[in-house]
């Protein structure tokens, strides 16, 4: 018998799922009898999957100001109503804020359900850096509330070793430390494409000052005049679309921004590029890394988080301080300048991306396997 496990999330799905989202929770339900509790993207067509029914997505509130708010003040009586009905013997919660809900959501329903906690990033900085600026004002709360998550799930599972160590600076051993799903089938089947001819930097992430869009554009304003015949592309939407809007109106030949990609798209875009630059302060284990490696790409990144996993500096890529706007800058021209470099890194960049990519029927087995130690 499979066993039944609630997934718990604030992730946005939109309806049908792409491929990649399909592949993912398709191998999951043929692991485990799962139910989804997640929300509905604002601008999905439709609302149900109908071949995945065990999605229950909440629509987004109005006005959208407060959507955040009233999803998580509401969240642990939706999640006791399943309790209730579904009866799972594990709960997955995405964050250290889904898992309080979750607990009291537990003490709601009277269940004895076990809570398996992910931890995708550094809860430090979901309210510092990101979002509205207005947020900082609840990251102390924030910082005792996943605190406080963490001691009380019956299993954590961070996806790097850096969040690792997060975790057991609070007195807590993991139960597992592995990456969460990355679908890289749309960037591995077919060789990696030579670099192009011209230096062509992308970034490629949410428009969030986690991960240093602001730093980046100030870099970009000092290393750009150095190389004229570079440029950089931006690739992504969020908060701090402004910064972009002013780099571009600034250095309107050497900057380019799309604000959505397909993942086939994103391939292509990595193709186009000779170098992934994402100098972030903040980042759990990122998706866009694995995928550029996956083409062939090195990767220019802030030494933070879990990037030290799959970055190794002079190898595949470049670690620095992202808070060092200068050294940003200098690498920027160093790299953009400097053709063998490159060359160097890209050749080792797909290789060094293997130990992070997972089949979705391999990644659901490594689920099942820390459901099953959990609920034991």
Avoid at 19 to 36: G, P, Q, S
Wanted: with cysteine; glycine share 6%.
């Amino acid at each position: 018998m499979r066993p039944r496990v609630l997934f718990v999330g604030r992730t946005r799905y939109r309806m049908p799922l792409n491929d990649t989202l399909r592949r993912k929770w398709k191998a999951l339900a043929d692991a485990l009898d799962i139910r989804v509790l997640a929300t509905l993207a604002a601008d999905s067509p439709e609302r149900r999957d109908e071949e995945l029914r065990f999605f229950e997505l909440v629509a987004p509130a109005r006005p959208r100001r407060l959507d955040g708010a009233l999803f998580y003040a509401l969240l642990p009586v939706r999640v006791a109503r399943l309790l209730r009905r579904f009866r799972p013997q594990v709960v997955i919660a995405e964050s250290p804020f889904e898992a309080a809900a979750v607990v009291l959501a537990r003490r709601l329903a009277g269940s004895d359900v076990r809570i398996l906690l992910e931890i995708h990033g550094d809860w430090r900085t979901a309210m510092r850096l990101y979002g509205s600026p207005a947020r900082k004002v609840l990251g102390p709360l924030a910082d005792v509330v996943a605190a406080w998550s963490v001691r009380r799930a019956d299993g954590v599972r961070p996806v790097s070793t850096y969040l690792a160590d997060l975790v057991r600076g609070l007195g807590v051993e993991p139960v597992a430390v592995f990456p969460a799903f990355i679908d890289v089938e749309p960037f591995v089947d077919r060789p990696p494409t030579p670099l192009p001819d011209e230096p062509r930097a992308i970034f490629i992430g949410v428009l969030e000052l986690y991960k240093n869009i602001d730093g980046l554009a100030a870099a970009w304003r000092r290393a750009a005049p150095r190389v004229p015949q570079a440029t950089l592309r931006l690739v992504g939407t969020g908060s701090r679309t402004d910064i972009v809007e002013e780099l571009l109106r600034d250095l309107p030949e050497q900057t380019q921004w799309t604000p959505v990609l397909a993942t086939p798209e994103v391939a292509r875009a990595l193709d186009e590029a000779c170098v992934l630059v994402l100098p972030s302060r903040s980042e759990g284990l990122g998706r866009v890394i694995v995928e550029s490696l996956c083409r062939g790409r090195p990767v220019l990144a802030g030494r933070t988080g879990g990037t030290p996993d799959v970055i190794k500096d002079g190898v595949n890529g470049i670690l620095l301080d992202p808070e060092d706007r200068e050294t940003l800058a200098e690498t920027l021209v160093r790299v953009l300048s400097d053709r063998e470099l490159l060359e160097r890194m890209a050749g080792a960049a797909r290789a060094s991306a293997e130990p992070f990519v997972a089949s979705p029927e391999e990644y659901a087995r490594r689920i099942r396997d820390v459901v099953a130690r959990v609920a034991a």
